[in-house]
């Protein structure tokens, strides 16, 4: 059984900044793709940076310049620094990564529960 455990999110002003973390757990052989999702009220799941195993990123255009990805690749941990955050960045944020293990060893997808983060003006 593998898990994502999401932290770091919660209320911050404008301009402020705030750093998620996302550890996986389980008995895992490797991780691919590890990426974060946000879901605002009444919108769609939407990308909002995603990273190889390698370590190549990829930023949705909304957050580039302020959202930074990066990965502990020996602590199985993704993160995300997020600087002068915005109101339109209010949602739920979701940890996301494609985890091969000893039960699904091709590899399988696997979410976190969600934390909320609030930007408020």
């Known amino acids: 059984q593998v898990q994502l455990v999401e932290s770091g999110g919660g209320l911050v002003q404008a301009g402020g900044s705030l750093r998620l973390s996302c550890a996986a757990s389980?008995?895992?052989?490797?991780?691919?793709?590890m990426g974060w999702y946000r879901q605002a009220p009444g919108k769609q799941r939407e990308l909002v940076a995603a990273?190889?195993?390698?370590?190549?990123?990829n930023y949705a255009d909304s957050v580039k310049g302020r959202f930074t990805i990066s990965r502990d690749n020996a602590k199985n941990t993704v993160y995300l620094q997020m600087n002068s955050l915005k109101p339109e960045d209010t949602a739920v944020y979701y940890c996301?990564?494609?985890?091969?293990?000893?039960?699904?060893?091709?590899?399988?997808?696997?979410w976190g529960q969600g934390t909320q983060v609030t930007v408020s003006l």
């Open positions: 996301n990564a494609d985890v091969a293990s000893y039960i699904v060893p091709g590899g399988d997808d696997y």
């Open positions: 990273i190889t195993s390698g370590g190549t990123t």
């Open positions: 389980g008995t895992i052989f490797s991780i691919k793709p």
